[in-house]
């Protein structure tokens, strides 16, 4: 398989990026080729300092995209940054998987417009990986994409945060919950009570009811959907309980979970290909962990689930 | 003044309020009456017993509203409750402020229908005080009781957040921010986009612009607000961390501040006289901090100047 990687995306590239492949190579075997999008007179002395020899293939790549460019028009005007490049390859199967570490909007607008969305997903939606108490962990989504959503979009993210859940992180018949105010059906804002009896009557997913904000980091669910704008704010706070108790040298193995280099990036789910958005602030585990997500991705065949899952439905 | 205090509400009643009698009445000079609501021949043999003397009144209230009746049903049908005889008694001026740790949704249907909402605000709000990691503190609102919102109501929250930061928390010129989920004006879901203009041009507040999930324990605003779904799911996720770190056995003087207890009860804002919600669980400390919040709320008259922001609005 090949997996394509923006070397020059993130506050710390290509550097660790360039260290997250050599964690990446030591420990795991070789079947994989990468693929680098970046400026090749910066990556081929930068791999050499490093020691990275693998199967590695750099594909110059003469723009980048700035962390704060506007995502359409840095996509459009730039054509030859790494974004750009790179979702190239992927539309036309050179790779099997993108990630980067960079500009945000620019790697949506790029997978939602570059690669197809899977038929009869409404909308794609990005999810994060959320530490629970007891050692395990959940999946929170949409984390941002989707600030306003249908319940029907709710209903979907549940779908594909299931299936995510089952193949990446190895949760066998994976709990659903919905995000509420209460635990009783017939809580919620107005979104939240229409999306309950989809969920419900949705025979692919586990629904198991509504959790609140106190069972986030509770062992309750293995799946937790929400609208992207309350997931959001969920996503940095949680994101925040690590900066402050970690500044404030508060030392606990529950606390050190909430590190986001545990997880790597986010990937786009509901798109036809595998994506995944790195933070900008990613270091070298952050990347080792993005391309294992990735290599999973393709090795499970997610895509094909997903994409059976949505006929499925579309056929029932 | 008379403070009113519903002595069977919560799940330690009526020992642990009064027990937070005690350690009130302990610390501040006895300009007060305190008036409680309950079973006569349970609370006479309880405060001698707690060795409480003092300028205290006991008004038999012969039922108990239960934490699970549904609201409006128990009010109606339960009369002589303590939290309906004491709603009464608020009504009629017996008592300036009345305060319960009992049934929320009965105490909010209370406030709502036995005194009235302060002309021109078109919603009363609940507000949680938000642990800064710096040591401040600030006030987050609406956090659930209106789980969807308009712009204006936003806009309100705003207002009454101020106001009740500036009288009863002591912070002049409090800066407002509307949690967001990106700093720039423009992001958000459709209601954020649309409150922010109003926040903006609001005259009477000082409106600082978006924070985001990640500033809720950072001292960037002194008030933010938000529609009450997300913001109830931010409460609990707050009142979360300490419950799991305090059960960790993770200790620091910042996840102490994240028990409610330091604070006491949440003010329904909005209403025309002080009305204090406890939690179910409070004990000794969160009872005398809620009396503490009420006497402040008579002492700086806090319900004159919300109704004079909202005369000058209407005005305007």
């Given at each position: 398989m090949n997996i394509g990687l923006d070397m020059m995306g993130g506050d710390f590239a290509p550097l660790e990026a360039a260290r997250g492949i050599r964690l990446y190579l030591g420990e795991h075997s070789k079947t994989t080729t990468l693929v680098l999008f970046g400026d090749e007179a910066l990556l081929t002395p930068l791999l050499a300092q490093e020691n990275i020899t693998g199967d590695i293939q750099i594909v110059h790549a003469a723009q980048v995209i700035g962390m704060h460019e506007h995502p359409t028009r840095a996509l459009k005007e730039k054509q030859q940054s790494s974004i750009a490049v790179g979702f190239h390859y992927l539309a036309t199967g050179k790779i099997d998987a993108f990630i980067s570490a960079g500009n945000t909007g620019a790697m949506l607008v790029g997978a939602m417009f570059s690669i197809k969305v899977i038929e009869g997903v409404l909308r794609p939606t990005i999810s994060t990986v959320i530490p629970k108490e007891n050692g395990k962990t959940g999946l929170l989504l949409d984390v941002g994409l989707n600030a306003d959503c249908k319940p029907e979009n709710l209903n979907q993210f549940a779908l594909l945060g299931s299936l995510y859940a089952r193949y990446i992180l190895g949760i066998g018949h994976p709990r659903v919950s919905l995000l509420n105010v209460g635990e009783e059906e017939g809580k919620g804002n107005i979104l939240a009570q229409a999306a309950y009896p989809l969920l419900k009557a949705n025979s692919q997913i586990n629904f198991i009811g509504n959790t609140e904000g106190r069972d986030?980091?509770?062992?309750?669910?293995?799946v937790t959907v929400c609208e992207g704008f309350t997931g959001n704010v969920v996503l940095k706070m949680a994101e925040s309980v690590y900066d402050i108790t970690h500044a404030k040298q508060i030392e606990h193995e529950f606390l050190d979970r909430f590190n986001f280099e545990y997880y790597g990036g986010t990937p786009v789910l509901g798109v036809s290909k595998p994506v995944i958005i790195g933070h900008g602030i990613s270091k070298s585990n952050a990347f080792k962990n993005m391309i294992a997500v990735a290599a999973k991705m393709i090795e499970t065949d997610l895509m094909s689930k997903m994409k059976a899952s949505f006929t499925g439905t579309a056929n029932a």
């Open positions: 986030v980091f509770l062992d309750k669910a293995d």
